[in-house]
C-alpha cells in the first residue's frame, strides 16, 4: 500500500512543483505571486501565559457543531509527503492545522516559529490543552503514555523502547479510574494555576469529556469512531486504524516521523508545548474571524505561512457552498511562493474531480500537497 500511495504522492508533487514554477515566469504579467516580508517571523521563542491565551481567545470564534468529534486522525497517509513537504515548505515559518495529534509530524518536521491550529469544534481546543499539561507533566513517552492512557507505568520501558512495545505494554495494563481522576485534576490545576488560563465554564467539563470518552475508555485500541459522537462511523468517516497502528506509521521512505516514534521526537514536541508555541483556536474556515484575524496578527509581525494542513476539510466546505470565502480568507495570510497546503483525498476538487493534475483518489489514505497562492486568485489580500 505504501509503494504505490509514494509514487502517486511522487507524481503529484513533481506536477504541483511545475506548475507553480511555471507561474511563477508569469508574475510580470499581474499572476498570482505575492510580496511578503523577507526577514524570519518576528515571533518569539516563548509565547508568555498571557499572550499564549490572549492570542487564542483573540482570533477564536464561537464553538461549532460536527458531526463527530475526531479525536483521532484517520488519515494513514498523513506522514507520505512529509519527505516533499520540507523540500518545498520552508522551516521557522508558521504552521497552520486542523484536528488533533496528526498535526505532531508536521510541526516537527517543520520546526515552525509558532504553530495555530484551527477547528470549528471546541472540543479540538479541549483535546490540545490535555495534550498541553499532559506533554508538560510527564518526564518522558512512557511517563506521558501512563497519564494519557490513566494506566500503571508497565515495568521495563526504556528510553529507546519501540512504539510498538510501548503500545503493547500498556495494552497489557487496565485503566484505573482513581489514577483518571487524579490525573484529571492535576491537568486541571496544571492549566488554571500554573499558566492561570481563564477557562471558560465548559472546558474543564470538556476536557473531562476527551480525556474520559476517548483515552481512558479507549487506551492504546482508541479508534476514530469507537467513542462519542459519530461513533460507530455515523459521522466524518472511518477507518484509519487504533491509536497503536496510528503511532506506527511511516514516511514511505522507511522513517517513522510521529511524536512518539523516538524520545528525541517527544521531547521536540514537549518543548515546542511548553514554550506555549502550539495554539489552539475555535474557527469555522469558511467563517469571517479567525483564519483573518490569524492573517492579520502575523502580518504584524512580519511571519510567513510555511504550511496549511487541512485534512479533508475542503469537501465540507464545498458541501456548505463556503469553499469560496475560505480561500478568500487564506488570501490575507500573508504567504509567499513556498506555502504548502497539505490536504487529504479529493481536496477542493473531489474525490474523482479535475484541476491541479487530473483527479484525486484514495480517500484518506491518500494525503497530497499543492501551493497556496494559486488558490487565492481573485481574492484581495
Known amino acids: 500500500m505504501i ?4 509514487s502517486h504522492r511522487r507524481f503529484g508533487a513533481r506536477l504541483t512543483v511545475a506548475i507553480a514554477l511555471a507561474a511563477l515566469t508569469t508574475a510580470a504579467a499581474g499572476a498570482w505571486t505575492r510580496e ?5 517571523a518576528n515571533i518569539p521563542a516563548r509565547l508568555t501565559d498571557a499572550e499564549f491565551w490572549a492570542l487564542s481567545e483573540l482570533v477564536s470564534e464561537p464553538n ?33 492545522g486542523v484536528g488533533p495529534e496528526q498535526n505532531f509530524p508536521y510541526i516537527l518536521a517543520l520546526k515552525p516559529a509558532i504553530a495555530i491550529i484551527f477547528d470549528v469544534r471546541r472540543g479540538n481546543l479541549h483535546e490540545h490543552l490535555l495534550y498541553k499539561a ?14 494519557l492512557f490513566s494506566r500503571k507505568r508497565p515495568d521495563g520501558l526504556t528510553r529507546t523502547s519501540s512504539v510498538d512495545a510501548l503500545m503493547s505494554a500498556f495494552d497489557a495494563v487496565p485503566p484505573s479510574l482513581e489514577l483518571y481522576q487524579a490525573n484529571l485534576a492535576e491537568v486541571t490545576a496544571h492549566l488554571t494555576k500554573k499558566h492561570g488560563f481563564a477557562l471558560h465554564d465548559d472546558d474543564i467539563p ?16 482508541l479508534t476514530y469512531n469507537m467513542a462519542g459522537r459519530g461513533a460507530n462511523g455515523r459521522g466524518g468517516g472511518g477507518g484509519g486504524g487504533t491509536y497503536w ?24 514536541m514537549k518543548d515546542f508545548e511548553s514554550r506555549n508555541l ?23 509581525r512580519s511571519a510567513v505561512v510555511s504550511a496549511f494542513y487541512l485534512s479533508n476539510v475542503e469537501q465540507y466546505l464545498n458541501r456548505s457552498g463556503t469553499e469560496q470565502a475560505f480561500l478568500c480568507n487564506v488570501a490575507t495570510l500573508p504567504l509567499d511562493d513556498t506555502s504548502t497546503f497539505i490536504f487529504t483525498g479529493g481536496g477542493r476538487y473531489g474525490q474523482t474531480g479535475g484541476g491541479g493534475g487530473g483527479g484525486r483518489g484514495g480517500g484518506l489514505n491518500t494525503t497530497f500537497l499543492r501551493p497556496m497562492l494559486p488558490d487565492t486568485q481573485g481574492c484581495g489580500g
Open 3 to 6: 509503494s504505490p500511495m509514494n
Open 36 to 40: 511578503v516580508p523577507v526577514q524570519s
Open 64 to 96: 461549532g457543531e460536527f458531526q463527530s468529534d475526531n479525536f483521532l486522525s484517520n488519515e494513514r497517509g498523513m506522514q507520505v509527503v512529509i519527505p516533499d513537504l520540507v523540500a518545498t515548505a520552508k522551516p521557522g515559518r508558521v504552521y497552520l
Open 134 to 147: 499532559l506533554f508538560e507533566l510527564s518526564a518522558d513517552r512512557a511517563d506521558f503514555l501512563a497519564r
Open 206 to 221: 470538556g476536557i473531562d469529556y476527551v480525556y474520559k470518552t476517548a483515552f481512558y475508555t479507549g487506551g492504546p485500541r
Open 245 to 268: 497502528d496510528m503511532q506506527m506509521l511511516g514516511d514511505g521512505m522507511g522513517v517513522n516521523r510521529g511524536f512518539l516514534a523516538t524520545e528525541e521526537a517527544w521531547a521536540a
Open 278 to 300: 502550539l495554539v489552539p483556536v475555535v474557527g469555522d474556515f469558511g467563517g469571517t474571524k479567525a483564519i483573518r484575524a490569524v492573517g492579520k496578527y502575523l502580518k504584524e
